[in-house]
């Protein structure tokens, strides 16, 4: 067994007045539009949950949570957080450490930047300062869509 393993993930959603925007399980309820989305449309827990996947080789997030399910309708992503850890842990591994990027144009988001990274941190049991959240914004080529991706450093229990 590997000592570390390295995981790699992404997600984007699109856009839409009238719904809401949740990121890393918190509700931006100053967002002027909300994803498009089967579950809640967290694309920062998706692509959290994708990587840990990533770097077990267990595929993706779509495999054990498909969008045709109604089971998963307007699921809470955390859901889907904890059960790709339980997979991660079930495989001899956890999450050591975390890098998370957010594309979005509005609304800007670096005034929640702890909030989010510390509530991603309480989700995969981990210390705030092991959680980096970056924001970006599409420099206007991809206003309709938030995009999130991340690597996570995953380490053998
Ligand atoms: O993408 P760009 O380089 O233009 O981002 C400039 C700054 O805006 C960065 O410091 C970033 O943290 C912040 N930002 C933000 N919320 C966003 C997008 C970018 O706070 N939604
Ligand atoms: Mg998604």
């Not at 925007?21 to 918190?26: K, S, T, Y």
């Not at 809470?76 to 495989?91: G, H, K, M, Q």
Request: negative net charge.
């Amino acid at each position: 067994m590997l000592p570390y393993r390295v995981g790699y993930g992404e997600d984007a959603h699109r856009l839409q007045v009238g719904l809401r925007l949740v990121l890393g399980g918190l509700d931006i309820v100053d967002a002027p539009r909300g994803a498009v989305a089967h579950s809640d449309g967290d694309a920062a827990l998706h692509t959290i949950a994708d990587a840990l996947l990533s770097g077990l080789a267990l595929g993706d997030i779509g495999q054990y949570f498909p969008d045709t399910d109604v089971a998963w309708k307007h699921l809470d992503s955390a859901t889907i957080l904890r059960r790709c850890l339980a997979l991660t842990r079930e495989r001899g591994y956890r999450p050591a450490n975390l890098a998370l990027v957010i594309t979005l144009d509005q609304p800007k988001l670096g005034a929640r930047r702890a909030e989010i990274a510390g509530r991603i941190a309480a989700l995969m049991d981990l210390d705030a300062s092991a959680v980096g959240v970056s924001f970006k914004t599409s420099e206007g080529l991809a206003p309709d869509h938030v995009q999130a991706r991340a690597t996570v450093l995953l380490e053998r229990l």
